[in-house]
């Protein structure tokens, strides 16, 4: 098992840059696919960032290009670099792990609690 911790939400105006942060503890980061959701009041749950292992990353098209998602398994933290920040990426950010081959929707993924960023314009 592991526990996410999430960290670095705030409110920031748009142009601006904020670095959330997902402290593990349990198992390794290593060990899992991570990714960062996010969910805005009223929308559905979705990806942004998603993290196979180091060095392998992909991007929802909405925050390709602004958004950075990586990890340092010494410190068994993941982290999501937010550029160039708009109103529409206000939200709640949740960071998530489950095993390799299994679905982000399998009950056994985990799931951290969630940091809220808000962007003003």
């Known amino acids: 098992q592991v526990q996410l911790v999430e960290s670095g939400g705030g409110s920031v105006q748009a142009g601006g840059s904020l670095r959330l942060s997902c402290a593990a503890s349990?198992?390794?980061?290593?060990?899992?696919?991570v990714a960062w959701f996010r969910q805005a009041p009223g929308r559905e749950r979705e990806g942004v960032a998603y993290?196979?292992?180091?060095?392998?990353?992909s991007y929802a098209d909405s925050v390709e290009g602004r958004f950075a998602i990586s990890r340092d398994n010494a410190k068994n933290t993941l982290y999501l670099q937010m550029n160039s920040l708009k109103p529409e990426d206000t939200a709640m950010y949740y960071c998530?792990?489950?095993?390799?081959?299994?679905?982000?929707?399998?009950?056994?993924?985990?799931w951290g609690q969630g940091t809220q960023v808000t962007v003003s314009s």
């Open positions: 349990g198992n390794p980061l290593s060990a899992y696919s």
């Open positions: 998530a792990a489950k095993a390799l081959f299994a679905s982000w929707s399998n009950p056994d993924t985990y």
């Open positions: 993290s196979v292992s180091v060095g392998r990353a």
